[in-house]
């Protein structure tokens, strides 16, 4: 744990939190602990003196940066990779050519029939081509054995 209200640099007025019914004697008594791996998000830790209640303890207030951590991978999921390597022979570069311009003349008989599409509609519909033809040419790499 770490005390995070000494951790900053205030004038001594803005640390006390105590004051004696006297009025002479003050003290920093009020603290605010934070667990050490989130001692970074504290922003600040200062007192409201002007709170009014019927304490002679003033309030503590802290800022705080709330964190979210996210996971970029999930824990369980395997990527499947197309065979490229595959492609070093001609006769299945020829397929894998063959197979693209099929594909494509589909395409074209669908974008003469159509009106005009978004620039962005069209290149889903030029990956989603290629991808098939790779997908059915080419395949996907062996998962590698992990023993």
């Known amino acids: ?69 996210y996971s970029k991978y999930e824990p369980n999921r395997t990527t499947r990779r197309l065979h490229v390597a595959s492609l070093r022979e001609a006769s299945m570069v020829r397929r894998f050519q063959q197979q693209v311009e099929e594909e494509f003349g589909k395409l074209e008989t669908e974008r003469v029939t159509e009106e005009k599409t978004h620039i962005e509609e069209e290149w889903k519909k030029i990956k989603q081509v290629i991808m098939e033809a790779a997908e059915q040419t080419l395949g996907y790499q062996p998962n590698p054995d992990r023993s």
Request: charged fraction near 25%; proline fraction near 1%.
């Open 1 to 69: 744990m770490v005390v995070s209200s000494t951790c900053f640099r205030h004038k001594e007025i803005h640390k006390q939190t105590w004051i004696s019914p006297d009025g002479k004697t003050n003290n920093q008594i009020g603290h605010t602990l934070v667990d050490k791996r989130n001692a970074s998000s504290m922003l600040d830790v200062k007192l409201c003196r002007g709170a009014s209640s019927d304490s002679d303890n003033f309030l503590v207030r802290g800022r705080y940066r709330y964190k979210i951590a």
